[in-house]
């Protein structure tokens, strides 16, 4: 009889193993890929309203941009100025008034500004970044959050190795980007197993975007399992500590 017990131990933990191991094209990047040669599409960001925009003037003779680089007493900058887009999707600078950036890339911006302040300053040149390029990362990672990037660059490969990676338990064939494009949400999958995730149109990421890596139908039953193994432990313990009251009275 305890030959038997043991045998069917052992039978419950070899299947436990068995059904729990994860595939390895379901674990693996890019597992399709032999060798990758394909183009990817370069992404340039437009600029959105609220986001906020850190533009340099320069010439030779620096006191003659000082005027276009004023700073405000909050700031520690020592060159430029950081502007809010506002709900009208212009930026307020001095001497040019409200220049409308919406809707450009930075290079566009850039090459907007540099027109206009050559009215008034010849050979000048101009800067324009992103002061807060920033994207949140949640679900399966193993650190998730919102991420402020120096640059516009960045790839989704880029954002999931900010966040550490995927934990083993996340869907790595299934990830959803979304985007708010002036107030318009849209999602997209991305499938990081596959050599296709070049090809997408999420690759290159925008400002603000969310990505989202789901848990595995293990990770949900796991939880869900701990779940109902805690709800049970705290019943019986309260059972118990109730039944020990009554005996003593």
Do not use: W
Not at 5 to 21: A, E, G, H, P, T
Not at 181 to 204: A, C, I, M, W
């Amino acid at each position: 009889m305890k030959i038997k017990l043991k045998n069917i131990l052992y039978l419950i933990v070899f299947s436990f193993i068995i059904f729990s191991c994860a595939k390895r094209e379901d674990v693996v990047y890019f597992n399709d890929a032999q060798t990758i040669n394909t183009f990817v599409q370069e992404n340039a960001p437009k600029i959105q309203i609220n986001d906020k925009l850190k533009v340099s003037v320069y010439a030779t003779d620096a006191t003659t941009t000082a005027p276009f680089n004023l700073q405000s007493s909050s700031t520690n900058d020592t060159e430029g100025k950081t502007y809010l887009v506002d709900q009208n999707g212009a930026i307020d600078m001095p001497i040019l008034g409200k220049v409308n950036v919406k809707g450009l890339t930075r290079i566009e911006a850039q090459d907007l500004i540099q027109e206009k302040v050559s009215f008034y300053i010849k050979n000048t040149s101009v800067n324009v970044s992103f002061a807060d390029f920033k994207i949140t990362i949640l679900g399966e990672v193993n650190s998730p959050g919102t991420k402020v990037l120096p640059s516009e660059k960045v790839s989704i490969i880029d954002a999931i190795g900010l966040a550490g990676d995927l934990k083993i338990n996340g869907v790595r064939n299934n990830i959803m980007v979304i985007r708010n494009t002036e107030g318009q949400v849209e999602s997209h999958r991305v499938d990081l197993t596959s050599k296709e995730v070049f090809n997408s149109p999420v690759y290159y990421l925008a400002q603000n975007d969310v990505i989202y890596v789901e848990p595995n139908k293990s990770a949900i039953q796991n939880a869900s399992s701990t779940r109902t193994i805690t709800i049970a432990a705290s019943i019986i313990g309260l059972v118990l500590s109730i039944t020990t009251i009554i005996t003593r009275l």
